[in-house]
């Protein structure tokens, strides 16, 4: 027992230096951070030690593990070692499980303050089952020492197991179990204080990162008793790490592959860029951007952005593409909250501003795409942008009605789109407003509009959002935490309408690499939803296409990446139009879940 | 030379190869699977290479050499320094464009035309080798006298830094145009984004040929001093 005792504190005397440095990364600067987000945006302290711990706790656990076993099997420290009267076995072990406890305390402590902190309590799943996957990297890492024995060289080979470790999962189907993100799938962070810790998934993770660690522990052991080395050089360092670079990289080309071919595509004349699609089928209209230098000299980077309507043919030969017709800038953003006229898709209404930025003037603007016309229409009233019975108004076509939803409802006659004319003009006292997001449920008051219907008066509510059926979907962005949400209509009555959210999806790692969720359009048609996400020009603009049926909602189906795309139109048959620096039709995904 | 050169390609093949691989794989893997646009993939297979391959060239000429303890013996050889750099700068010249060149020759092959057309292809590739080869006389000529591989894979290291934070500088619109020639990232700069006017292509070229013909008429002389010491 004493000379366990020795061996211990030996050891600890050689690591705990590993545990001040980890202190001093995972608690100290999320400490600096905190105060200094305490000071500039809000009076309360929060700490967020685990994005430090989730990014650098593999490495630590490398680190220790090389250091501890590199360190006394150097030249002839080893020699040293072996003719003690202590059994290989016996200090072995004690060298392993004081790096591991040091490497656990390290990570684990940090995640405990967050969570005894912060009202976010979605550290907790980490603090329970992360310590598996960080006792198989560490004893990946004191494996890799014991056979290579030259810190630097064991360390690199460490690192790069560690890539595969994390990766391999996400390639191979039947490791899937082992997949890192299955352990934070409770880690529900904007959807309530508390999340759920324990699942059949989890319980698999751990059991097979334990069983990884156990393995490692026992070919270490091996390794020490019967002298097994590797020999390493610079072409086996060179080869182990552009492996496992490349291994990494198929992963994520295998995960976020494009899988929708291009059936047809057609170059954007003079330097336009879509910004809006609207197709019901073969025939539609795009709006498209191109900036222009206001002076092209070569210092100035100053553009204006001038916007085309140009109309969409899809024939059996290809893409057709209208004349430009000039429209105003403000289409590629204030489009987002229009109604098309019914019957006539190239005359769209909606509601501009004008006047002080506290009281405003709404008008109602009509616009004839197609002829370049947009004009305000009606003036409708006086808006307090920050009064809470005042709220921006709906608006909701159907048949030859226009309705203008808000503090007042105003019913229009659109028989002829292009002069709307006020039927009626009542005070109605109805403020928009969505509930919070992220609830298990959400519960929406309905305009009680007395000539729509129920599902009517839920059309007008949820237009500006991706609603079908009975599913509304949105993407979701908390502080930095970005979440698409899906939800199924569970009862509507006369004035509310009540959804349960049936699926949500958290963009993994590697999606995050390959472009930051950064989402312009989400479109809902025929069960897919399609997102277009657009983090940057250089920065990997792509769609994703999710599968909300079945009984997974949210699945990840469907990848288009190409340059600037910025706008997807789902179409009825199954395609769909991409906008970018190209305009492309694409096919549906290859996967069409419950069909 | 044809002595000095098949002792380079023996030594150095490897790494040929190694390069190759790489780079044609990450091509290959990015444009086939179309994980993002053609263009951000070239760009970033092409940045690989720029900052990977002269590294990896110019560190293993001399200065491993040195830390073997083979180039006092081969300095001791009845050969003029400069012919053995000369050997040595081939050698790595091939090594900064046979990886290039691959990785060229796969994407035309697996996107060519599809989202660019092929010229706009090559052009990048061309303009990225242009700025390997000059990162790698650079690398060669202020690595000929340190001791070991590892120091000059740090060296190499902070110069990469240095020219992309004095190009991003030389790029500002208040420093005269013609001053981003000097760069070796002249030609590569602004590639990704079309507004940029980029210099003349012919006096970015006639620049850099000047530079690095002096940057390795200077190692020619650094490498004679050393067999002097020695």
């Known amino acids: 027992m004493k000379q366990l005792t020795a061996l211990v504190w030996k050891e600890w005397r050689e690591v705990r230096v590993f545990l001040w440095i980890a202190f001093g990364v995972f608690i100290g600067l999320p400490i600096i951070a905190g105060l200094e987000a305490m000071v500039q945006y809000s009076h309360r302290f929060e700490i967020s030690t685990s994005p430090w711990v989730l990014g650098f706790g593999g490495v630590l656990a490398v680190f220790v593990a090389v250091g501890a076993t590199c360190r006394d099997f150097s030249g002839h420290l080893e020699d040293f070692w072996r003719s003690q009267p202590v059994g290989i076995t016996r200090w072995l072990l004690a060298k392993y499980f004081v790096g591991l406890a040091v490497v656990l305390v390290a990570c684990a402590l940090p995640l405990a303050i967050e969570v005894s902190i912060d009202r976010d309590k979605s550290a907790l799943p980490l603090i329970v089952w992360f ?465 | 030379m044809r002595n000095l050169l098949w002792k380079e390609w023996h030594e150095q093949s490897w790494k040929l190869g190694f390069g190759c691989i790489v780079l044609g794989a990450l091509a290959l893997i990015g444009l086939h699977s179309r994980i993002v646009a053609d263009q951000t993939l070239i760009i970033w297979v092409n940045f690989l290479g720029m900052t990977m391959l002269p590294v990896l060239s110019s560190t293993g000429l001399v200065p491993a050499e040195r830390g073997e303890g083979s180039l006092e013996s081969l300095l001791a050889l009845p050969v003029k320094p400069w012919r053995i750099l000369a050997a040595k700068t081939a050698m790595g010249i091939a090594l900064c464009i046979g990886p290039m060149l691959v990785a060229a020759v796969v994407s035309l092959l697996v996107a060519g035309g599809r989202e660019m057309p092929d010229s706009a292809v090559v052009a990048i590739y061309a303009k990225s080798t242009v700025a390997t080869l000059s990162l790698f006389i650079w690398m060669l000529a202020l690595t000929i006298q340190l001791p070991s591989e590892a120091r000059a894979a740090l060296v190499g290291v902070g110069l990469l830094v240095f020219w992309m934070l004095a190009s991003a500088g030389l790029a500002d619109p208040s420093v005269p145009r013609w001053a981003l020639a000097i760069s070796p990232f002249a030609l590569f700069y602004g590639v990704a984004d079309q507004i940029a006017e980029p210099l003349p292509a012919v006096i970015v070229l006639a620049v850099q040929a000047g530079i690095a013909l002096g940057l390795w008429i200077w190692a020619s002389k650094r490498l004679s001093n050393l067999e002097g010491q020695s």
């Open chain 1, 131 to 595: 310590p598996f996957l960080w006792a198989a990297l560490y004893g990946i890492a004191f494996l890799a020492g014991c056979l290579v024995r030259r810190t630097s060289h064991a360390a690199m080979l460490a690192l790069a197991a560690m890539l595969l470790v994390y990766c391999l999962p996400v390639v191979i189907p039947p490791l899937q179990w082992l997949n890192v993100s299955t352990v934070t799938d409770f880690s529900t962070g904007m959807l309530g204080p508390w999340p759920r810790v324990l699942g059949l998934s989890q319980l698999a993770f751990a059991a097979g990162m334990l069983g990884l660690a156990i393995a490692v522990l026992v070919l270490s052991l091996l390794a020490v008793h019967f002298d097994w080395r590797v020999g390493s050089g610079r072409k086996m360092m060179y080869a182990s790490l552009s492996a496992a670079i490349l291994i990494l990289f198929a992963s994520a080309a295998f995960q976020l592959g494009t899988n929708m071919p291009i059936l047809r595509q057609i170059d954007m004349p003079m330097g336009e860029q879509v910004c809006r699609i609207h197709c019901d089928g073969n025939d539609g209209y795009v709006i498209t951007r191109t900036g222009r230098l206001i002076a092209p000299t070569p210092d100035s980077t100053v553009r204006k952005y001038e916007c085309n309507f140009r109309t969409v043919k899809l024939t059996d030969s290809g893409i057709e593409l209208g004349n430009p017709i000039r429209v105003a800038s403000q289409f590629t953003y204030d489009l987002w909250f229009h109604v098309h006229a019914p019957g006539h898709p190239e005359t769209i209404y909606y509601i501009s501003n004008t006047g002080e930025e506290e009281r405003e003037t709404l008008w109602l603007n009509v616009a004839q795409l197609d002829k370049g016309i947009d004009k305000p229409a009606i003036r409708l009233w006086e808006y307090e942008q920050y009064s809470p019975n005042d709220s921006w108004p709906l608006l909701y076509a159907s048949g030859d009605r226009l309705y203008v939803i808000a503090s007042r409802l105003i019913t229009l006659d659109i028989t002829q789109p292009l002069t709307p004319r006020v039927i009626s003009n009542v005070p109605f006292g109805y403020s928009f407003g969505w509930a919070r997001r992220g609830n298990d449920s959400l519960t929406e008051i309905l305009p009680p509009v007395p000539t729509l219907s129920p599902r009517q008066r839920l059309q007008a509510v949820a237009h500006p959002f991706s609603f079908e059926g009975d599913t509304l979907c949105e993407w979701l962005r908390v502080n930095n935490d970005s979440t698409l949400l899906a939800y199924r209509l569970a009862q509507l009555t006369d004035t509310r309408a009540v959804f349960k959210m049936i699926g949500q999806y958290t963009p993994t790692l590697l999606e995050e690499i390959f472009g930051a969720p950064n989402p312009l359009d989400v479109e809902l048609q025929n069960g897919l939803l399609y997102v277009s996400q657009y983090p940057g020009n250089t920065e990997n603009p792509h769609i994703d296409v999710f599968d909300t049926r079945g009984p997974h909602p949210l699945r990840l189906i469907g990848h288009f990446a190409a340059p600037g795309v910025r706008t997807v139109c789902p179409l009825p048959d199954g395609r769909a139009l991409v906008g970018g620096d190209k305009l492309w039709l694409v096919g549906p995904p290859p996967h069409r879940g419950q069909d």
